[in-house]
């Protein structure tokens, strides 16, 4: 292994120096396989465009790969040893990835605009330093939100850094367009991996509000539009459809969403409209959102559909599912392809009962929500209670998540309840169930912060199974570190002496300091 030192960077290059030439080597160390790792740039993405001697980062391991003797170090020197121009070569071009500019020749960069936001305190700088160097680097997303929050602006010498993250990570790129500020979204200009940015809200901070539908980027406008949904809903509803027609598929598919804020049935015209939409994401949405209006014309069609499918036999109740999907159904969201391993009419019925109001139901079959929700319909029990469960959490139905929670304890029905019962059917859960892959999954879906009662459950969980299983605890106690509130520091370090506890403990004492730091 050698250490390539250019321009105060470090590159690790493993193999075999033998008789004048490198042999067998491979490239080591961070970032290795790829430079541009963790600082946005990949090799592909900055290839374009090079001058001179700078070669790519794919020739130069193609040629480390088979050894010097066996292929020449491209663009080398012929005057320099094989080896010294490979890991010369191979030096600048980590720098010149690591950048996040392409080189042309003669070109004068703009300025970064100046900010109109306070960079954050320096203790909560330092925070985010140690978490980027490893410490409780799971905790990154926490503390961007928490920073996002606060309208505070990352420090310029962490934005390359921060932003390699984004570009592993989607679901942090939101924070990162109001942390990254207005150099965050020149840098992006700069770097093709960090385009990301452009597309987050907040990244053309400081224009008008009042701009933000015509000039703002497209998570601008969504921003904006949902903004404007939650306080005026008819007004957002016919600004987007004054642009519709010339909006992008993409942007057609991320502007229905914000018609989930302050729907009302005087969305249905639009929605019914965007069934015939060309892109499908558009049609499901939707469908999503129309099912959610029990009065709309596809939810009568639905509920047709669903009592031929589920009905009233004798003194017992069958279920038969669709013969065949036609065209009006699939118009109405209606899948025809089964997905693996899954018979078609089953899936037909199982969506039939999940785009149909729930409301429907207990009329239809004569009986209460908790008895529906308890029915053996035989060969097809399992595809109707699918059905019902995805109808549940679609139509934010709490009475029937309830109910079928009390069935069959799922996390996306856990979802649908009020925080506090959440936290209280959860904790009950815990208390009487095994430490698995179902519990980790069901308490993944309770978001924090987890107040006193379901803490102390999940604690004693912990400490209950380390005593017979102590190497199954791992998960459950990061998830608890990540997810108990962080208030409750000092009471999780009073509850048990075992490490495991006083690893949360330390968690939860490193989050809590973390967000005072932020406010």
């Excluded at 815990?430 to 430490?435: E, I, K, P, S």
Aim: hydrophobic fraction near 45%; charged fraction near 25%; charge should be neutral.
């Amino acid at each position: 292994m050698r250490r390539v030192t250019w321009c105060g960077h470090d590159s690790l290059w493993g193999g075999r120096w033998s008789a004048g030439r490198l042999d067998s080597v491979v490239p080591g160390g961070r970032g290795a396989g790829d430079p541009g790792q963790g600082y946005g740039g990949t090799a592909g993405a900055l290839g374009e465009g090079r001058v001179g001697l700078v070669t790519s980062w794919e020739e130069l391991v193609s040629a480390v790969l088979v050894g010097t003797d066996r292929r020449p170090v491209p663009g080398g020197d012929p005057q320099v040893e094989a080896p010294v121009a490979l890991l010369s070569a191979a030096a600048v071009e980590v720098v010149r990835l690591r950048a996040g500019q392409r080189l042309v020749p003669g070109e004068t960069l703009p300025a970064a605009p100046a900010e109109h936001k306070p960079v954050m305190p320096e203790a909560a700088v330092a925070r985010l330093t140690r978490i980027l160097g490893g410490e409780q680097q799971r905790l990154l997303p926490e503390w961007l939100e928490a920073a996002a929050a606060a309208g505070l602006r990352l420090p310029p010498h962490l934005l390359p850094e921060v932003l390699g993250h984004g570009v592993r990570d989607r679901s942090i790129r939101d924070h990162l367009g109001v942390l990254a500020g207005r150099r965050g979204a020149w840098l992006a200009g700069l770097n093709p991996a960090w385009g990301f940015l452009a597309e987050a809200p907040g990244c053309r901070q400081g224009e008008a509000e009042t701009d933000a539908w015509e000039l703002g980027t497209r998570g601008d406008r969504f921003h904006y539009l949902r903004h404007l949904r939650r306080n005026d809903p008819a007004k957002a509803r016919e600004l987007l459809a004054a642009t519709w027609a010339k909006e992008t598929p993409d942007d057609r598919a991320a502007f229905i969403e914000a018609l989930q804020y302050g729907l009302s049935p005087d969305d249905e015209p639009f929605l019914e409209a965007a069934l015939d939409d060309r892109r499908r994401e558009v049609r499901n949405r939707a469908v999503d959102l129309l099912s959610r209006l029990p009065e709309s014309r596809l939810a009568r069609r639905m509920a047709q559909r669903a009592a031929r499918c589920l009905f009233r036999e004798g003194d017992g109740f069958s279920a038969k599912p669709p013969a065949a999907c036609d065209a009006a159904m699939e118009r109405d969201g209606i899948r025809a392809a089964a997905p693996g391993g899954s018979g078609k009419r089953g899936w037909w019925l199982q969506q039939v009962v999940a785009r149909t109001p729930l409301g429907f139901w207990p009329g239809h079959l004569g009986l209460s929500v908790d008895r529906v929700a308890r029915l053996d319909l035989g060969d097809w029990a399992r595809e109707v209670r699918v059905g019902w469960e995805r109808a549940a959490v679609l139509q934010g139905d709490a009475v029937w998540a309830r109910a079928l929670f009390a069935v069959e304890p799922l996390a996306d029905l856990l979802a649908v309840l009020p925080p506090q019962e959440r936290a209280v059917r959860a904790a009950g859960v815990v208390r009487g169930h095994a430490v698995d892959g179902q519990l980790i999954m069901l308490l993944g879906g309770v978001p924090g912060p987890w107040g006193v009662p379901l803490a102390e459950a999940v604690l004693h969980k912990i400490v209950e199974t380390v005593a017979v299983q102590p190497w199954n605890v791992s998960e459950l106690g990061r998830l608890a570190g990540e997810r108990v509130d962080p208030a409750l520091a000092v009471h999780t370090a009073a509850f048990s002496p075992d490490a495991n506890i006083q690893n949360i403990a330390a968690t939860l004492q490193f989050r809590d300091e973390m967000l005072k730091e932020l406010q």
